[in-house]
């Protein structure tokens, strides 16, 4: 064993430090799509936040650098280690240390998963809401990448249902930020800076949740379309009509046929009306009460008819689930049918169409193609990009963020940077603002090791 | 005019550069009760995003502090000059410049007061939801102050409203962050760290506001009750029933005898049931129809009358209005009556009832009081201080606070540090912390030159 190695292992217990062969592979990857899985130095499973301090504090001190885990889900190889480096799971730092009900908040360690949280807060009828697609997904990681997900239309995503952290930074200290309280105006907001910044500056060992009270009854209104762009225009007026949906999403019709084929899912739709729609809009509906939630279904179908929705289906309890979990497992479904690249850029969401329609343009002069779904309501757009020439998709992704860009948007609305898309956010970003973010992660890591190819890698 | 003050010239015109005897008073403080006013050497008053760029040049060239103002109600002292500074007043950078109905947004100038955005979003049947008791006040000190007010505990605060900015650093850089969208993981989150950064990192040319349907029917219910502990039990439960006040707040007794008799309210609470109550909870609820709204007005009386209310008063459009825009006064008013000193300390909410018996212990253990009232879905206590004698206030504030940061608080829930409470911040808070912030600032502003003596400055 290495010296280096030694001095982790003093740390976390020699049962807790890996190295070599003894690395699973598992940690070798999240699960982006483009880079090969990468074998880390060292993987350490520590316990507390002291143990997380100590391992920092020598890894800057021999300039190694770190990666943090959570589960591994993550979609932008955030979580993907260097070859030379130290990843840090928090697989053991998995539990609910509480679920304060007069507060309305949870405190849990980063290694809990979204599933566990659901389970911890289900009696105490409150809810975490943060739901991206991966319920395996850990709370760490949702505050590594700000995580979105469907519920965002309403809930917000991360960065608006994470309240404090306990965090360490990369010399060494703890410190705590926010708090079990919706506001502060004391300082800059740490919380908010960490979140969303892909483990590089700190790492958060604790995380206060905001939660929600989960109400009585919903329901899934499924509405399909003949033309993409009167989808588009429908999500803004539901939206005004004050209806509040928990989740508005479009699903375009070459994903819908996927998800049906994949998972077998039974909407009721007739075949005619499937082969002449281009789209299809979900709009989820949650109340307190059952006749208020009936009444607004009502309206809803009333609505999306006068907007131009070929037909709106009521889906039942188990078909509307399905297709819930359908539209979450999308990912899955584009990497099978062969996505080569996935993109989960965000516009303003008057954008949308023209974006899209852009996109498609643009991928099939490539020689390639786009498809996907997304999350109407927040403008955030997910397409699977086939296009096998890697040069060629290089510079088809290229333009697409480019054109997010100049309609106003971001590279990533939930996925984060990570590996896979740091290199054309050096490209295209305002070098004034790389610099000031460069400044920043300085005054944070001043030995520049957590994290070091996402944000500011240059393109390889 | 000396050569500083000549190169502010060339920028802005001499008829937008004032210097010496020329500066009306009203330049020389905010609504801060604590400080005397101080004339800074010169007032510019820019128009356009490169005007501040250039002033803020000049400023980093010779080392000349500047503050940065907008309508000078703070309640701080974030605006307060330095004798040897440049204030940039944002008078004259007072345009709405789009109401966005389909990505529901306005895109506003910093000068913009939220009277007048309020009066530009009416026909969109939109509106910008942070209400701050002053609504003379500017959506740029609502950005520097991460301002909150009444409705926060449905609509959140400043920093959830406000989507991005066009901003100048100190260096004379002028970058664009978010956006149009309500998400974004595409690198540090700029927007959030300079929300609520009281002009100490960059200063905002314009910024993009989140609007939201305003909703047909509201009612404000007035329940008082016999004991104050009991209204602080109440609070939790009003939000666990999922009835989304968009207002709920505690008015103490004292603060209610205030604002009755200083606003001449007629409220229809008999003297009996006032002379028997140690405190109010107002609860305004809102909804897009009549029937729904007064379903919940009465599933809210009955909820209250459970958890021990002595009765439930619903205001009627004349009186409800009175008492918001009474509460909204209440610092006026407690200005009025002798107030020494202002406290808007956020704790838990769970911690209320024990934070506020223990401020009132120590005020009147000084030989003063303490009274007030507060955003309670929030935590979000307002206390007027009220202790003539300078060395025992300091003290006894310095006391209420670390009171509250040991039960999980901070010192400002949405006024912030400014002049006021910045020598409390420096001597409370986690040195690691502090030290991290000023390592931020720098990142910023290398000169130093942006409010030096707000979150930072040494205890005077």
């Known amino acids: 064993m290495s010296d280096i190695a030694a001095r982790f292992a003093d740390i976390v217990g020699n049962a807790n430090l890996l190295t070599g062969d003894a690395i699973p592979e598992d940690y070798s990857h999240d699960e982006e799509l483009t880079h090969e899985p990468q074998q880390p130095a060292y993987v350490a ?19 190694v650098p770190v990666t943090a885990r959570g589960s591994g889900s993550g979609l932008s190889g955030g979580a993907r280690p260097r070859k030379d480096g130290l990843l840090i799971s928090f697989e053991r730092m ?24 659901d389970h911890a807060t289900l ?11 991966e319920l395996s997904s850990s709370v ?27 965090a360490v930074l990369p010399t060494g200290e703890i410190i705590r930020t926010g708090g079990k309280i919706a506001k502060v ?26 939660l929600h009270p989960r109400l009585a009854h919903s329901a899934t209104v499924l509405a399909p379309f003949a033309d993409f762009d009167q989808v588009m225009a429908a999500v803004p007026k539901v939206l005004a009509a004050g209806l509040v949906p928990y989740i508005l999403e479009y699903i375009d019709n070459m994903t819908m046929a996927a998800l049906i084929h994949t998972q077998n899912l039974e909407l009721g739709i007739p075949d005619q ?11 989820a509906l949650e109340n307190r009460t059952a006749s208020r939630l009936e009444e607004d279904v009502e309206t809803t179908g009333e609505l999306l008819a006068e907007l131009g929705a070929v037909d709106a289906y009521v889906l039942e309890g188990g078909s509307a689930r399905k297709l819930i979990e359908a539209r979450e497992k999308a990912f899955w479904t584009l990497k099978a049918i062969g996505a080569d690249d996935l993109i ?30 997304g999350h109407a309501g927040d403008g955030n757009v997910h397409l699977a990009i086939i296009c096998k ?11 697409i963020f480019a054109l997010a860009m100049e309609l106003g948007g971001a590279i990533s609305g939930e996925h984060g940077l990570g590996r896979a898309k740091t290199p054309y956010f050096v490209e295209l970003e305002d070098p004034a603002k790389v610099a000031l973010m460069r400044r920043i992660k300085q005054s944070f890591d001043p030995a520049g090791i957590l994290n070091p190819d996402v944000v500011f890698a240059a393109p390889d």
């Open 140 to 166: 760490g990681g949702n505050v590594g990448t700000n995580a979105g997900g469907m519920r965002a239309v309403k809930y917000g995503v991360a960065r608006h249902n994470v309240l404090g952290l306990q």
């Open 185 to 210: 105006s004391t300082g800059y907001d740490l919380t908010q800076l960490i979140v969303g910044s892909e483990g590089t500056l700190a790492l958060a060992t604790e995380v206060i949740v905001k």
């Open 45 to 63: 499973k520590p316990q507390s936040a002291e143990e997380v301090a100590e391992l920092l504090k020598v890894a800057t001190d021999y300039k």
């Open 273 to 283: 009306i499937r082969d002449s729609c281009q789209a299809y809009l979900v709009v």
């Open 123 to 133: 009696d105490a009828g409150l809810s975490y809401m943060v739901h991206p697609g």
């Open 344 to 373: 989960d850029t965000v516009v303003p969401r008057a954008a949308m169409p023209k974006f899209i329609a852009a996109a498609r343009g643009l991928a099939s002069a490539a020689g390639g193609a786009a498809a996907g779904c």
């Open 94 to 117: 998995n539990r609910v240390l509480e679920v304060d009900t007069t507060n309305q908040v949870a405190v849990v360690q980063p290694g809990v998963t979204l599933t566990e949280l």
């Open 389 to 399: 020439d890697p040069d060629k998709k290089k510079q088809l992704m290229t333009d």
